[in-house]
């Protein structure tokens, strides 16, 4: 990985943890996919059980860089990039839907 695609991995998980606790949980997947518009909460459970590797039902940063890794082709599309940085400029700032979010999902 190079230190540009180490740059946009870094930026993106970090607007994906909105609360800076250094790891992504499914409120916050949740919220960020649903800006992308993938808003079904079945969508937010799988992409939670294929990255979530440890089981601890948070995606951690080493998790989030392996995503990346398997997937270069999305993390380096500058139609993805450019749409995400719309998306999170608009959207992150409002947590108080996370915790909404993060209880329907954890009451499947």
Do not use: W
Request: glycine fraction near 6%; hydrophobic fraction near 35%.
């Amino acid at each position: 990985m190079d230190d540009e695609e180490k740059a946009n991995n870094d930026r993106i998980f970090k607007h994906f943890d909105v609360n800076g606790d250094g790891k992504i949980s499914a409120a916050e997947l949740g919220e960020a996919l649903k800006a992308l518009g993938c808003v079904s909460v079945e969508e937010v459970s799988k992409m939670m059980s294929e990255m979530d590797t440890d089981g601890d039902g948070f995606i951690s940063y080493e998790e989030f860089i392996a995503f990346a890794a398997a997937n270069r082709g999305l993390m380096k599309d500058p139609k993805f990039i450019d749409r995400f940085e719309r998306i999170t400029n608009h959207h992150f700032d409002r947590f108080q839907k996370y915790n909404e979010f993060d209880e329907r999902i954890t009451s499947l």
